[in-house]
């Protein structure tokens, strides 16, 4: 016997409202401590939008420290408390202080860049940034802070908060006035950064000679913007040694040291 069935007909029935839109990814500033502090250099590397390469504030780390590392290039190491794996090492624990700080606190002065997401994706490749690398587990530093492992990586991306210093140019979501104004550090706004960070190599070491040239170029052209030349002077005589060489046109570390194109991975 066949049976016949009742055609299906669209339902009239208002479908459940959906999950909304995806709400957009926190937008954050990154964070230059090393010969990315040139924006010359930054000009090389950021070739998909010319303001990439755009200085935009003067700002500062509280109470992380600067060195260079057993590979030769320029590092940061969190604060006690919001560290992982080797830094939390008893060679960490050797990293002076970063200081002249500002306003009384001890950190690290950087560069602050608005980056197009296709410069960041450059970016990532000369840091050698793994970005196949596994979720991070937490602990006491969040995924919010750190949302991967190194892996095989040179660099991690790192995200926190940095005060402004001074902002260089009106920044048109938050800035005050018009550029080029001094903030007390009491008052100092604070704005979410990307800041590269190598979690494996926190033991001090001596700059390599590809380095120095980058560097020096760094130091000049972020005196001139308005990064602490005390605070510069004091972390190179500690660390850098004699910076005279010019050379320098070889690989890079975190924050910069440079390449003319993007790095393979160097192993830890």
Not at 123 to 129: A, F, I, K, T
Not at 168 to 180: I, M, P
Not at 193 to 220: F, H, Q, S, T, W
Request: net charge negative; with cysteine.
């Amino acid at each position: 016997m066949h049976l016949q069935t009742d055609p299906i007909t669209p339902s009239t029935q208002t479908p459940p409202p959906g999950p909304g839109p995806t709400p957009a990814p926190k937008k954050h500033l990154y964070f230059a401590y090393g010969s990315n502090l040139s924006p010359t250099q930054m000009s090389t590397r950021c070739r998909n939008n010319p303001s990439s390469s755009i200085p935009l504030a003067i700002a500062f780390l509280p109470h992380w420290r600067w060195l260079i590392c057993q590979a030769g290039y320029a590092n940061v190491l969190p604060p006690p408390g919001q560290r992982v794996g080797k830094q939390k090492s008893d060679a960490a624990d050797e990293v002076p202080v970063s200081s002249p700080g500002w306003g009384g606190v001890d950190g690290v002065w950087g560069v602050l860049y608005r980056m197009d997401a296709r410069d960041e994706g450059l970016l990532d490749g000369y840091e050698g940034v793994d970005v196949h690398a596994g979720s991070a587990g937490g602990g006491e530093v969040g995924v919010d802070v750190r949302p991967r492992e190194q892996g095989l990586g040179d660099y991690n991306k790192w995200y926190c908060r940095a005060r402004v210093v001074r902002w260089l140019v009106g920044d048109g979501e938050g800035a005050r006035g018009d550029g080029d104004v001094d903030l007390d550090a009491e008052d100092a706004e604070e704005v979410d950064v990307l800041v590269y960070v190598d979690e494996n190599r926190v033991v001090l070491g001596p700059p390599r000679v590809e380095y120095i040239g980058r560097m020096n170029r760094a130091i000049k052209e972020c005196v001139e913007l308005g990064v602490d030349e005390g605070w510069i002077e004091g972390v190179k005589a500690r660390q850098c040694g004699d910076m005279s060489d010019e050379r320098g046109m070889g690989r890079s570390g975190a924050g910069g040291l440079g390449y003319a194109s993007p790095p393979e991975t160097e192993p830890n």
